[in-house]
């Protein structure tokens, strides 16, 4: 088995392209699989920066040691990265009584280039004003007027409000199922711990597995009852989101026919990935054209089709698609 490998969200989005919309509705299923990591990245960058100085203060002041915030016990059915951010707000805002200026900026500044791919360009600005603040009041010298007088008197807590605003970014979840979750997104971007090479390994490997389970799946099926006695299914069922149902193909649909025919005629009422598994295994049809007729966009080379057909052939390998 294949060592688990987390990957922080920031670089997920940067990826993949997501929007904010997208991100949120990742980390909800991430969530629910228990493969979002909150603290992680958190956690090491404490271990690495910040505890040597806050525990070496704690003997001169009479702070304790803060601890890394779990999510509010109302949000337990999904995870609100902003509503963690700004409990995160507030443990920094506790840090930084025992932190001095140079640690903290160090930690905070490998955390953000951990979790982004373009990491020094995240929140550059407030980071710059909160630096600026810590490092005056440290060396008790009057914040300059002119440029950052508003902020520094709002203080530490208002400067580290950024947080809450890049939470998303800085949690940390399992590859392989960010890679499964997404597999219909083209990867747009290469970053670290997020390549091609990757990407595509996985998907084989997750397909492969799948694959495996099949049979199982198939011995456990009911014997399929006969068309006349089947009850009428609603005009949209064919066409929800799989199943580990089996699912029919009448031979009209496909046999004889020609590619494009057959995706015609199966658009309405199969998922896409039950076209890819028909043209591919039943007509014959090569992987890369198959890609060109069921990819949603054109693109520059045929790996790019075949790696189209490959995700929608990892979804198909959950299914029992049956000829009739």
Not at 232 to 242: E, G, L, M, Q
């Amino acid at each position: 088995m294949p060592e688990n490998v987390h990957i922080p969200l920031g670089k997920v989005q940067a990826a993949y392209d997501l929007t904010d919309d997208e991100l949120y509705n990742l980390i909800q299923k991430l969530w629910e699989r228990k493969q979002l990591f909150y603290k992680e990245l958190w956690a090491e960058t404490y271990e690495k920066y910040w505890h040597f100085a806050a525990s070496g203060s704690l003997p001169y002041t009479q702070e304790k040691l803060p601890e890394l915030p779990e999510p509010d016990s109302r949000h337990q059915s999904n995870f609100y990265p902003i509503f963690y951010g700004t409990q995160m707000v507030r443990y920094l805002a506790q840090l930084i009584k025992l932190v001095s200026y140079k640690p903290f900026r160090m930690g905070l500044d490998y955390l953000f280039e951990t979790a982004f791919e373009d990491g020094h360009k995240v929140a550059a600005e407030e980071r710059d004003i909160l630096y600026k603040y810590f490092e005056f009041t440290e060396l008790d010298r009057k914040p300059p007027q002119k440029d950052y007088y508003r902020h520094f008197k709002a203080g530490p807590r208002y400067l580290i409000s950024f947080i809450s605003r890049n939470m998303a970014g800085t949690l940390m979840a399992d590859r392989d199922a960010v890679i499964e979750f997404l597999c219909d997104y083209p990867l747009k971007r290469e970053v670290k711990g997020l390549t091609r090479r990757v990407v595509d390994s996985t998907l084989d490997r997750l397909a492969a597995s799948a694959a495996n389970l099949l049979p199982a799946i198939q011995s456990e099926t009911p014997t399929e009852i006969s068309a006349e006695a089947r009850p009428a299914s609603p005009p949209d069922s064919a066409a929800s989101a799989p199943s580990a149902e089996a699912i029919v193909v009448p031979s009209a649909l496909w046999m004889g026919k020609s590619p494009v025919a057959v995706r015609d005629a199966m658009k309405e009422d199969f998922d896409e990935c039950v076209t890819a598994h028909v043209l591919l295994n039943w007509c014959k049809v090569g992987k890369t054209q198959v890609g060109r007729l069921l990819s949603p966009k054109e693109f520059g080379d045929d790996k790019s089709y075949r790696n189209h057909v490959d995700k929608l052939l990892f979804r198909a390998a959950r299914l029992s698609i049956r000829q009739e």
